[in-house]
């Protein structure tokens, strides 16, 4: 009895995986074929094959689906960068490495991507969850490329200098995706900000470091 109990809630948990899959590759589709506002709650519902209420269930408004699908996609991105780690000698090479592999994949598909930015920016409160989970996949990934694979104890807690470099690039990468997202310029631009910045926080954390 408990064993069948547990398999019916294995398949259970199993179907409910397989459908939020399935609404995120909708939603995902219908951004890049026609942006932000061709994400229609009534519309992904219909065509993943659920109910609207079971739709809501999970996802409260198009900028949920939206930033959750950012979520998901950059935990598979999360993965592959764990296999393979971006390579170079110094920090700053690592990190310039990992924020091109990081816009490439993010803007590949622009119009998804740019509804992705509207919907991170909305403010909404379903939105929150998602945003932190995001910028707690891109800390780890790019204090891992600070560190680099030789790090003696990569599982060590970031050090405050660590956190702090991570942030701010962070902030200055969603910057320079929004001047992306307003066709003020191209990745290779959005990139060429971020390592700009990395070079300047890099030397000035070396230089904060030196004894007086």
């Not at 259970?12 to 506002?37: C, H, P």
């Not at 060590?156 to 902030?171: G, M, N, T, V, Y």
Request: glycine letters at 6%; aromatic letters at 6%.
């Amino acid at each position: 009895m408990i064993r069948s109990r547990r398999n019916l809630l294995g398949r259970s948990q199993t179907g409910e995986k397989l459908r939020k899959a399935r609404i995120l590759d909708v939603a995902i589709r219908l951004a890049e074929e026609g942006g932000f506002d061709n994400v229609r709650q009534r519309d992904v519902a219909e065509k993943a094959g659920v109910a609207l209420g079971t739709l809501y269930k999970s996802f409260r408004g198009k900028e949920d689906l939206l930033s959750a699908a950012l979520e998901r996609e950059t935990d598979v991105l999360e993965r592959r960068m764990e296999r393979r780690p971006p390579s170079g000698d110094t920090a700053l090479v690592r990190v310039a490495s990992l924020f091109d592999t990081l816009t490439r994949a993010f803007c590949k598909k622009p119009n998804y991507a740019r509804a992705v930015i509207r919907a991170m920016a909305s403010g909404e409160p379903a939105v929150a969850g998602n945003v932190v989970a995001y910028q707690s996949q891109l800390y780890r990934m790019v204090v891992s490329a600070l560190r680099g694979p030789d790090h003696p104890s990569p599982a060590d807690e970031p050090s405050a200098d660590e956190l702090e470099i991570a942030l701010l690039l962070q902030q200055v990468w969603f910057a320079a995706l929004v001047g992306w997202s307003a066709k003020l310029h191209g990745t290779a631009r959005a990139v060429e900000q971020v390592t700009r910045a990395a070079r300047l926080l890099l030397a000035g954390s070396r230089a904060l470091s030196r004894p007086a």
